[in-house]
């Protein structure tokens, strides 16, 4: 479910492309808020790779991290963060990396060299009992008022190697190997 967030006075409603609310918002407000968050284990053995500094595979999508919004005006912007609970890769063979997508397009990552892809964030522990936190945030431009998926896929850099995402490599049952949360906001920002 949803929750959208009236930035004027806090009311919860839904802004619709053309309605008073939406003609009403002022420049830099709040229109919307929609978040998800994944409380569950997810891995993977599917590679990020680069050739000539563009990305040739872009991991997995994480199943249940994924927000979509419908923006209410095509000159909106839509402000993304993505925090990241606990990842790692395959102790001494592999790191996680984490990408954010616009449907199918990477957006937000760094730009990438040669065999070194640009990415939004990764992580490698030598620990097995060890998972990394990370956040990172965007301010995108959809141009659209269609519905919009922003996306959260994790890879490995290592082929056959996984790549862990809320949960650390090992996952014995302990008290030291606990299962994390990871959340994606996207807020519609009045243009």
Known sequence: MS?????????????????????????GRVLQVVSTTLTTAFSTT????????????????????????????????????????????????????????????VIGAGTGSGNRPGINTRGYSNDVNTAVSAS??????????????????LGTDSAGQPAYLNRTPDSGDSIIRPIFSSTITVMEIAA
Not at 3 to 27: K, N, R
Not at 77 to 86: N, Q
Request: glycine share 12%.
């Open 3 to 27: 929750t959208i967030i009236d930035g004027t006075a806090g009311i919860t409603f839904p802004v619709t492309a053309g309605s008073a609310s939406a003609v009403q918002a002022s420049s």
């Open 46 to 105: 599917t590679t990020v790779t680069a050739s000539g500094g563009s990305l040739t595979a872009t991991g997995a999508t994480v199943t249940g991290l994924s927000a979509s919004i419908t923006p209410s005006s095509s000159s909106s912007k839509i402000f993304i963060t993505v925090t990241i609970g606990g990842m790692n890769g395959t102790p001494g063979a592999a790191q996680a990396i984490v990408l954010l997508l616009r449907g199918s397009t």
């Open 136 to 153: 990172f945030s965007y301010l995108d431009s959809p141009s659209t008022t269609s519905s919009t998926t922003y996306q959260v896929n």
